[in-house]
T-cell receptor
Framework: GQQVKQSSPSLTVQEGGILILNCDYE??????FAWYKKYPDNSPTLLIS?????DKREDGRFTVFLNKSGKHFSLHITASQPEDTAVYLC?????????????FGEGTKLTVSS | EAAVTQSPRSKVAVTGGKVTLSCHQT?????MYWYRQDTGHGLRLIHY???????EKGDIPDGYKASRPSQENFSLILELASLSQTAVYFC?????????????FGEGSKLTVL
């Protein structure tokens, strides 16, 4: 089964709006959670990550919320911009010794319309 | 700047043929990974390596071999390519001493098996 699952294959939001991307995971041993951003024909790049010892991390317009008991984490994007249009991949795993052996979700294609 | 380069960037292979995808990193990272991307599946881990001359099976290793002859180089080998192996393949590296657990991805190799 899918160990890491994103609930929405696609989302559209108006420029300037707030959006939430969701991700559920199955393995309660996972201790590392990340969101990667991918433009078409480009490689994924890390957007933001959080470890299991915190339940929130903010970086500018991007905030990750972690709900360990619910095995769920989300990415909140505020003041969305056209350049946010991309595929967002959530990922979770055991970050032991720096080895990021991650399980990725299927991706959510985000479109920010102007 | 982290650098992971893949070759070839694009390849057409025949069913039953042998395909080798190569990856080279100049990050001085110990950990390297091969993922494949398919529509609706996100990124799935095929093989990974913690150290030169050693490889580990990921989540979908069947039909693939991996080789890590040096810290810098990691190859993915399809001995008998099949139609189902048509996909985009991404190589990545990570730093065991890094705080973020970040994966640095290559540009991707698009493989079409006919």
């Amino acid at each position: 089964g899918q160990q890491v699952k994103q609930s929405s294959p696609s989302l559209t939001v108006q420029e300037g709006g707030i959006l939430i991307l969701n991700c559920d995971y199955e393995n309660d041993m996972f201790d590392y959670f990340a969101w990667y951003k991918k433009y078409p024909d480009n490689s994924p790049t890390l957007l933001i990550s959080v470890r299991s010892n915190v339940d929130k991390r903010e970086d500018g317009r991007f905030t990750v919320f972690l709900n360990k008991s619910g095995k769920h984490f989300s990415l909140h994007i505020t003041a969305s911009q056209p350049e946010d249009t991309a595929v967002y991949l959530c990922a979770a795993g055991l970050n032991q010794g720096g080895s990021a052996k991650l399980i990725f979700g299927e991706g959510t294609k985000l479109t920010v319309s102007s | 700047e982290a650098a992971v380069t893949q070759s070839p960037r694009s390849k057409v292979a025949v069913t039953g043929g042998k395909v080798t995808l190569s990856c080279h990193q100049t990050n001085n990272h110990d950990y390297m990974y091969w993922y494949r991307q398919d529509t609706g599946h996100g990124l799935r881990l095929i093989h990974y390596s913690y150290v030169a001359d050693s490889t580990e099976k990921g989540d979908i290793p069947d039909g693939y071999k991996a080789s890590r002859p040096s810290q810098e180089n990691f190859s993915l080998i399809l001995e008998l390519a099949s139609l189902s192996q048509t996909a985009v393949y991404f190589c990545a590296s990570s730093d065991p001493g890094g705080a973020t657990g970040q994966l640095y991805f290559g540009e991707g190799s698009k493989l079409t098996v006919l």
